[in-house]
């Protein structure tokens, strides 16, 4: 929200930050921010800050059943509804305002999408406003953690971009069977359909649903193993080094940033980590055991593991 934004400026300003730090601005306070921080201003950084774009969440939780679904719930509503699909946070009309006005101001616009009735909503919003549907905007769906097949290729003709959370395998995927069904909750983040179809796309930690670790966000999405044992859509399981990928490559894509960030390369940033295991040769399940050992910012060492 605007108060949110206005506070890694302060700490930007004062030269406190010593990672960088991308913000996206909410779309209910957009107007306001924008008349601080014109759209011209966003994308650059300044002292490790820079805002990104505009967010929308389009519903909520499936674990909490007030995720967005096409057909009902197996367990009912939260409050004992009957037939529940969820509802959206903003109604269609709005929805397709929200996205107008982000385009429109040439920003990034990331969605958050858990249910498969609110990516279509984000699908057909961006259908009827872009002026250009395949133009290259970086869209990104966060989460996508019920994505259908057919979702999928038209993010990749839309070149919309998906951001995963595999780690939902681990925490909730239990819950998911029982809510959703077997067939549904062993879809969840399907990376490896994602990639098989060429699409680019990251995975993350959502804090503070879950903790933010790496090193379990990589493992999570290499075993997909729920808490209970099961795993949870063997198909979609992917390499260690496909998982590596989402979490750098990625991941800097969805910021712009593929040309300095990312990958070990000459005349790219120094930003790096030192790990005490390979994680591209461990046991896969070891790979959530990995320890850090050194954080390089810039070329300089910030973290050392004593």
């Avoid at 910021?255 to 390369?265: D, F, K, R």
Wanted: one cysteine or more; proline letters at 5%.
């Amino acid at each position: 929200m605007p108060a949110d934004v206005e506070l890694p400026h302060e700490a930007a300003r004062r030269g406190s930050l010593i990672l960088d730090v991308v913000a996206y601005q909410f779309i209910t306070g957009a107007k306001e921010v924008l008349e601080k921080h014109p759209a011209s201003t966003f994308g650059t950084y300044r002292n490790c800050l820079k805002l990104g774009g505009i967010k929308v969440t389009l519903d909520a939780s499936p674990q909490g059943r007030t995720a967005y679904f096409r057909k009902p719930y197996l367990t009912g509503g939260p409050g004992g509804e009957s037939n529940w699909r969820g509802e959206p946070m903003f109604p269609p009309d709005e929805v397709e305002e929200f996205v107008k006005s982000v385009y429109d101001h040439n920003l990034q616009l990331l969605v958050h999408c858990y249910g498969d009735a609110a990516i279509d909503l984000l699908l057909s919003a961006h259908e009827k406003v872009a002026k250009d549907r395949f133009a290259d905007r970086r869209t990104t769906v966060i989460h996508s953690q019920f994505v259908r097949p057919d979702q999928l290729m038209k993010y990749q003709d839309y070149h919309f971009l998906a951001s995963f959370f595999t780690e939902h395998c681990f925490y909730f995927g239990e819950t998911h069977i029982q809510n959703r069904g077997r067939e549904q909750a062993f879809f969840l983040s399907p990376m490896k359909s994602a990639l098989d179809l060429g699409l680019r796309c990251a995975n993350q930690t959502d804090f503070n649903v879950s903790p933010i670790d790496q090193m379990f966000v990589l493992c999570s999405a290499v075993n997909r193993i729920s808490r209970g044992g099961t795993i949870i859509g063997p198909d979609q399981r992917i390499t260690p080094l496909e998982s590596l990928r989402a979490i750098t490559i990625g991941a800097v894509h969805m910021y712009h940033e593929e040309q300095t960030n990312g990958s070990l390369e000459v005349g790219k940033l120094a930003d790096l980590v030192i790990l005490d295991q390979n994680p591209l040769t461990v046991d896969p399940m070891s790979i959530k055991d990995i320890r850090v050992l050194e954080t390089i910012k810039e070329g300089t060492t910030i973290y050392r593991r004593k």
